[in-house]
């Protein structure tokens, strides 16, 4: 009735290019290098004969974050990257082609390029921080179901079966600290520092400009919070799992391995990023 509507402008990069036929043999695949030569994304393009056109978000992957009983909205997309002169990367089978890609503020922008370096370093500072939470939330879960594993394969009588579902129990009680096992989120109270971390990245991460000294310093203090349940995490395995792991080998039982940093690299290599779960939902596209 007299009136239109249409999609919004794309957010996106165009990246056009034309194959005289269709590809069918060997890989094909398209990478993001930025100034610095380092490999940002890697997106699909299409094999069809003709002209094409692929499109990059301009962002890095999102976070990985650690499932829990509410979703993270705000950890959804990865920071945007700063403005430069990127390389686009074409390889098909043994041919290889590259491109450059401009990147500029909007001119209309009402910041500068000093206020986006900021804004990106902060978004940079809590992606670390989310990384490092989801880290410590996935060994806390590791410990506590091995030390449960190991647990129930004690006899009931066994002292030793009590003191490894103690450590079960506690581990569980560290992940509580930090992300929040019930779900309503901020209506019910039940909020933890995942979900305070994540609604900051949010709110950085949404917002180009220079980022207020309030996100810095709510930042800082939940970078303390979250060291200060890491080292629980690490003095409760110090003064526990020796102990037990020397009975568990005296029954010929497999000892409790705290998770590593290169055996959770290895869990989520190939993750592109995170998607706003809930708990038990592994989050990544």
Same mark, same amino acid.
């Given at each position: 009735?007299?009136?239109?509507?249409?999609? @919004? /402008? %794309?957010?996106?990069?165009?990246?056009?290019?034309?194959?005289?036929?269709? +590809?069918? !043999?060997?890989?094909?695949?398209?990478?993001?290098?930025?100034?610095?030569?380092?490999? *940002?994304?890697?997106?699909?393009?299409?094999?069809? /004969?003709?002209?094409?056109?692929?499109? #990059? @978000?301009?962002?890095?992957?999102?976070?990985?974050?650690?499932?829990?009983? @509410?979703?993270?909205?705000?950890?959804? &997309?990865?920071? /945007? $990257?700063?403005?430069? %002169?990127? %390389?686009?990367?074409?390889?098909?089978?043994?041919?290889?082609?590259?491109?450059?890609?401009?990147?500029?503020?909007?001119?209309?922008?009402?910041?500068?390029?000093?206020?986006?370096?900021?804004? !990106?370093?902060?978004?940079?500072?809590?992606?670390?921080?989310?990384?490092?939470?989801?880290?410590?939330?996935?060994?806390? $879960?590791?410990?506590?179901?091995?030390?449960?594993? /190991?647990?129930?394969?004690?006899?009931?009588?066994?002292?030793?079966?009590?003191?490894?579902?103690?450590?079960?129990?506690?581990?569980?009680?560290?992940? @509580?600290?930090?992300?929040? &096992?019930?779900?309503?989120?901020?209506?019910?109270?039940?909020?933890?520092?995942?979900?305070?971390?994540?609604? $900051?990245?949010?709110?950085?991460?949404?917002?180009?400009?220079?980022?207020?000294?309030?996100?810095?310093?709510?930042?800082?203090?939940?970078?303390?919070?979250?060291?200060? *349940?890491?080292?629980?995490?690490?003095?409760? %395995?110090?003064?526990?799992?020796?102990?037990?792991?020397?009975?568990?080998?005296?029954?010929?039982?497999?000892?409790?391995?705290?998770?590593?940093?290169?055996? #959770?690299?290895?869990? +989520?290599?190939?993750?592109?990023?995170?998607?706003?779960?809930?708990?038990?939902?592994?989050?990544?596209?």
């Amino acid at each position: 009735d007299a009136t239109f509507s249409g999609s @919004s /402008r %794309t957010t996106d990069a165009f990246i056009t290019y034309y194959q005289k036929s269709r +590809h069918i !043999f060997g890989d094909m695949k398209i990478e993001i290098i930025d100034p610095d030569g380092k490999v *940002v994304d890697t997106i699909a393009g299409s094999k069809h /004969r003709g002209l094409n056109r692929a499109t #990059w @978000s301009m962002r890095l992957k999102p976070p990985t974050v650690p499932p829990a009983a @509410s979703a993270a909205f705000g950890a959804a &997309t990865g920071p /945007r $990257v700063l403005p430069g %002169t990127y %390389t686009i990367k074409m390889t098909k089978g043994d041919q290889v082609y590259t491109s450059k890609l401009k990147l500029v503020l909007d001119p209309r922008a009402p910041y500068n390029e000093q206020d986006r370096r900021q804004q !990106f370093d902060l978004a940079m500072k809590i992606y670390k921080l989310i990384e490092r939470m989801s880290f410590a939330v996935d060994s806390m $879960v590791n410990l506590r179901d091995t030390a449960t594993a /190991r647990a129930a394969k004690l006899s009931a009588k066994d002292p030793l079966r009590n003191n490894v579902q103690q450590l079960a129990q506690q581990a569980d009680a560290l992940r @509580s600290k930090i992300v929040a &096992t019930k779900e309503g989120g901020a209506i019910t109270g039940e909020e933890r520092i995942r979900e305070y971390l994540t609604s $900051v990245y949010g709110d950085v991460n949404n917002y180009d400009g220079k980022p207020t000294n309030s996100q810095i310093e709510r930042t800082d203090a939940l970078g303390h919070e979250l060291d200060d *349940v890491i080292k629980e995490l690490d003095q409760l %395995t110090a003064k526990q799992l020796p102990a037990i792991n020397s009975e568990l080998q005296k029954k010929k039982l497999e000892p409790i391995q705290p998770l590593t940093q290169d055996q #959770w690299e290895k869990m +989520h290599q190939g993750d592109t990023g995170a998607q706003p779960g809930m708990m038990g939902i592994r989050e990544r596209d």
